[in-house]
T-cell receptor, first 111, second 112 residues
C-alpha cells in the first residue's frame, strides 16, 4: 500500500517563529516530492518541489529530503499570519503519472 | 496567460441527475487529472489521462465518467450512480510524470 502520512494538526506557531512540517512516505523508490499550500475554499498551489537528498531553499521556505529515512519536511522561517493554511505533501512513487497525497497539516500562525 | 480553467465554480445537482464539470488547460500539458476533496480531507484521485483518447481509473472512479477527445479538455461527469457527490472537485494537469501538477480553481458541487 502506497502511503503518505502527515500530522493533521493543527500546528500552532507564533508569528516570526519557524514552522516545521513533516511528511513520511512508504515507497523507498519514490522520485519526486512536492509541498502544496491550500487556503480554505481554494485550490492547492505549489510551494516547493524537491527531487534529490538534502535541502532546497526558496525565500522563507526550505524543503528537506532524506530518502534513506523516507521523510520530507518543509520549514517556514519568519512565519507570517498569511502562512496560515493547510499544507499538503505529495509524492510520485512509481513509473506512472499518479501522485500519492497526504491528508495535509493545518498550520496556524498566531500574531 | 496560461492556466487551467474549471466551470462552473458552483454547481447544484438534484437527486438522479447527471452533471458535467468542465476542465480546460492551455499549458500544452499531456496529463490531466480529476480529484475529489471532502471537508478536512486530502485529495482523492477519480480519473487521470496521460494522452488523448486514453484514461485510467483512480481510487474512487465509481459513479464518475470522463472523456479525453482533445488535449486541452478533460470533462468529468458525475452520474446518478454516485450516491454522495457533494464535494470540492479539482482538475489538474502536468507536463511530465515527475513534474509539478497545476490545479484549476475547483468546482464545488452540492446535491439538493
Amino acid at each position: 500500500q502506497k502511503e503518505v502520512e502527515q500530522n493533521s494538526g493543527p500546528l500552532s506557531v507564533p508569528e516570526g517563529a519557524i514552522a516545521s512540517l513533516n511528511c513520511t512516505y512508504s515507497d523507498r523508490g519514490s522520485q519526486s516530492f512536492f509541498w502544496y499550500r491550500q487556503y480554505s475554499g481554494k485550490s492547492p498551489e505549489l510551494i516547493m518541489s524537491i527531487y534529490s537528498n538534502g535541502d532546497k531553499e526558496d525565500g522563507r521556505f526550505t524543503a528537506q529530503l532524506n530518502k534513506a529515512s523516507q521523510y520530507v519536511s518543509l520549514l517556514i522561517r519568519d512565519s507570517q499570519p498569511s502562512d496560515s493554511a493547510t499544507y499538503l505533501c505529495a509524492v510520485n512513487m512509481g513509473s506512472n503519472y499518479q501522485l500519492i497525497w497526504g491528508a495535509g497539516t493545518k498550520l496556524i500562525i498566531k500574531p | 496567460d496560461g492556466g487551467i480553467t474549471q466551470s462552473p465554480k458552483y454547481l447544484f445537482r438534484k437527486e438522479g441527475q447527471n452533471v458535467t464539470l468542465s476542465c480546460e488547460q492551455n499549458l500544452n500539458h499531456d496529463a490531466m487529472y480529476w480529484y475529489r476533496q471532502d471537508p478536512g480531507q486530502g485529495l482523492r484521485l477519480i480519473y487521470y489521462s496521460q494522452i488523448v483518447n486514453d484514461f485510467q481509473k483512480g481510487d474512487i472512479a465509481e459513479g464518475y465518467s470522463v472523456s479525453r477527445e482533445k488535449k486541452e479538455s478533460f470533462p468529468l461527469t458525475v452520474t446518478s450512480a454516485q450516491k454522495n457527490p457533494t464535494a470540492f472537485y479539482l482538475c489538474a494537469s502536468t507536463k511530465d510524470r515527475t513534474d509539478t501538477q497545476y490545479f484549476g480553481p475547483g468546482t464545488r458541487l452540492t446535491v439538493l
